[in-house]
């Protein structure tokens, strides 16, 4: 059970570096504005690649309902991955500066789905997963020492 919830907090804790390194957006230009948010956008994409991989991977639960939160989480990966891969889309095709100050507004949306994520709610939503992320040192990292939330649900607070 502790190796089932390491390797569903290894996918959270994967994103959660690839945000911690995300390119900055340089608002000098929109121009530049445009590129920095395209890389950054490329930069989650692969972060939530990583994940989904992880999660692939990733086999039944040991658990009733573990399976489920693997799931869950692999859908809403797969959702912020397709908006964010529709947003960049839009950055590229952007021309006019309109159409770019539109893209750039829209941008944001994936990056808020993020900030909103609770993976580790999930884990703890299943008692016996719950108790066994508590000796994952993924999910160790995840959630420090008397915090119950992850850095995924803390971040922009």
């Not at 989650?44 to 989480?73: E, F, Q």
């Not at 159409?99 to 993020?114: E, H, N, R, T």
């Not at 420090?144 to 649900?153: F, I």
Request: with cysteine; aromatic share 2%.
């Amino acid at each position: 059970m502790v190796l089932w919830a390491e390797g569903y907090c290894k996918a959270a804790f994967g994103l959660v570096q690839t945000l911690s390194t995300m390119p900055v957006v340089d608002p000098s230009t929109s121009a530049r504005a445009a590129v920095t948010t395209r890389e950054l956008l490329t930069s989650v994409i692969g972060g939530l690649d990583g994940s989904l991989a992880t999660l692939a991977k990733l086999g039944p639960s040991p658990v009733a309902g573990g399976s489920a939160v693997r799931d869950n989480a692999a859908k809403s990966f797969t959702g912020i991955r397709t908006r964010a891969a529709e947003a960049r889309q839009r950055l590229e095709v952007a021309k006019d500066p309109s159409a770019v100050k539109k893209a750039l507004a829209d941008a944001g949306g994936p990056l808020d789905d993020i900030s909103r994520l609770d993976l580790m709610r999930g884990l703890h939503s299943v008692p016996e997963l719950a108790l066994a992320s508590r000796l994952a040192p993924s999910c160790q990292q995840l959630s420090p020492p008397g915090e119950t939330g992850s850095p995924l649900s803390r971040q922009g607070n």
